[in-house]
C-alpha cells in the first residue's frame, strides 16, 4: 500500500498535537482543543444548574419559614438580635472549655483506645483474660448511652465520698467521655490491625523481629495510616459531645447559653451556641474529607496506603 506525501505530512501533524514532544513549539491538535472546549463548557454549565437549583431551594424554603402562622412568635424567641449580641461574648468564653476538653480527652482517647485495641489482638492463650477484659470493655461503653455514663460518672462518683477522688464536673465528665469514645476508637484500630496482611507480620519476622517489634514497626504505622479518616470523624463528633458535660454543671458554651436562657426565657442563646460549634466543627469535616479524598486517590493510583 502506497501512502502520499501528503497523507504522511498530515499523520506527522496529527502526531505532533497529540504528543508533547518536549519542545517549546508544542502546538495541541485540533481534535484536543475542541475536547478541552467541551469540557470547559460542562463545567460552567453544571455550576449554573447547580447555583439555579440552590437558588430556588434556598428560596422556597425562605417563603415557607417566613409564611409559616408561628412565624413572628418564632422569631421572637429564636432570632433575637438583641439576646445574641448579650449570649456570643459569654458563649465564645464557654467554648474555651469545650476546646480544651477536645484536646485533652483526644489525646487520651487515643493512647486508650490503641492500648486497648492492642490488647484485643494479642495472640496466644496466656493473653485469654486481657483479650475478654477489651472486648468486656468496648461492648459495655458502646451499647452505654454517652448521657448516661455522663450522669453516672459526674453524679454518682462525688457521691461515694472517696479521699482523693476529684469532684470537679470538668475532670469528670472529660473522664466519663474518654471512656466512652476510648470504646470506639479501639474497635477502628482494631480493624486498621486485622486489615493489614498477614504476610506483613511473617515478612517481620523473618527479617529478625520479635512479635512485639513486629507490631510496633510494621503493623501498627500502617493500621493508623489506613484509619485516618475514620479517627478524625470520632474526633469530630467528641468535639461536638463536650457540650454534654454541662449536664453535671460546668460552665461550657452550652451551660453558658443555658444560665441567659433561665433568666429570659429566650431560646435565642442556644441558636448562637449551636452556631458556634458549626463553624468550629465545618473546619474539621472539610479536613476530614480532604484526608480521605486523598488517601483514595492515592490507593487508585497504587501508592502506600
Not at 155 to 171: I, K, N, S, Y
Not at 180 to 197: D, L, M, N, P
Amino acid at each position: 500500500m502506497t501512502v502520499t506525501k501528503e497523507e504522511s505530512g498530515q499523520e506527522d501533524a496529527d502526531d505532533n498535537g497529540d504528543m508533547s514532544g518536549g519542545g517549546d513549539g508544542y502546538v495541541p491538535s485540533q481534535r484536543r482543543i475542541e475536547r478541552e472546549r467541551y469540557t470547559r463548557a460542562r463545567a460552567r454549565r453544571a455550576t449554573a444548574i447547580a447555583a439555579l437549583s440552590t437558588l430556588v431551594t434556598g428560596v422556597v424554603l425562605y417563603l415557607v419559614v417566613v409564611n409559616a402562622p408561628g412565624w413572628p412568635r418564632t422569631k421572637e424567641t429564636f432570632f433575637s438580635a438583641e439576646y445574641a449580641r448579650e449570649a456570643f461574648p459569654k458563649v465564645l468564653e464557654g467554648l474555651w472549655l469545650n476546646v480544651r476538653l477536645l484536646l485533652v480527652c483526644g489525646v487520651a482517647v487515643l493512647v486508650l483506645g490503641m492500648l486497648i485495641a492492642v490488647a484485643r489482638t494479642l495472640r496466644g492463650p496466656v493473653f485469654f483474660p486481657l483479650r475478654a477484659l477489651a472486648a468486656a470493655y468496648t461492648d459495655f461503653f458502646r451499647g452505654l448511652p454517652l448521657i448516661i455514663n455522663l450522669m453516672i460518672v459526674v453524679l454518682g462518683v462525688p457521691a461515694l465520698r472517696l479521699q482523693g477522688v476529684t469532684v470537679d464536673p470538668v475532670l469528670l465528665g472529660g473522664t466519663a467521655l474518654t471512656l466512652t469514645y476510648s470504646a470506639y476508637v479501639a474497635e477502628v484500630f482494631r480493624a486498621g490491625i486485622e486489615s493489614v496482611h498477614p504476610s506483613q507480620r511473617a515478612a517481620a519476622r523473618s527479617l529478625g523481629l520479635t512479635n512485639r517489634q513486629a507490631l510496633r514497626h510494621v503493623v501498627l504505622p500502617q493500621a493508623v495510616r489506613r484509619q485516618v479518616p475514620p479517627l478524625l470523624n470520632d474526633l469530630v463528633s467528641l468535639q461536638k459531645d463536650t457540650g454534654l458535660v454541662s449536664i453535671g454543671g460546668a460552665v461550657d458554651a452550652v451551660r453558658a447559653a443555658d444560665i441567659i436562657v433561665g433568666r429570659s426565657l429566650n431560646y435565642t442563646p442556644y441558636i448562637v451556641a449551636g452556631l458556634v460549634f458549626v463553624a468550629l466543627t465545618i473546619p474539621m469535616t472539610r479536613f476530614t474529607d480532604w484526608v480521605t479524598a486523598r488517601m483514595d486517590r492515592r490507593r487508585a493510583q497504587g501508592g502506600a496506603l
